[in-house]
Nanobody
């Protein structure tokens, strides 16, 4: 059974840091595109960062550039999202996801097949 499990969310003050982790079971991250999306109530789920399967190219949403870093550890079958200098507008449920398809630039929600249950990140001002 294919599963993704996120962890690492929590409550942090503005300017603080968190690292989200996502462990896969039932498949490996070796040859898939991996991404982090986030969603707040009443809004669409948006792509935050992505590592493309074919060339390893990395995408970041403009508002997180310079603050967030996505990384992947194939040996641990884990994807990370390191988040620094967090802002209240980063508050959302963060989801880990994987796709069998290449993503050129901003990740497209409909291209992703496997999703975790999400982890809440709350940034207080």
């Amino acid at each position: 059974e294919v599963q993704l499990a996120e962890s690492g969310g929590g409550l942090v003050q503005a300017g603080g840091s968190l690292t989200l982790s996502c462990v896969a079971s039932g498949f490996t991250f070796d040859d898939v595109t991996v991404a982090w999306f986030r969603q707040v109530p009443g809004k669409e789920r948006e792509g935050v960062s992505c590592i493309n399967r074919r060339d390893g190219r990395i995408y970041y949403k403009e508002s997180v550039k310079g603050r967030f870093t996505i990384s992947k550890d194939n040996a641990k079958n884990t994807v990370y999202l390191h988040m620094n200098n967090l802002k209240p507008e980063d508050t959302a449920v963060y989801y880990c996801t994987a796709s069998l398809y290449d993503q050129h630039g901003r990740p497209v929600l409909e291209s992703f097949d496997y999703w975790g249950q999400g982890t809440q990140v709350t940034v207080s001002s």
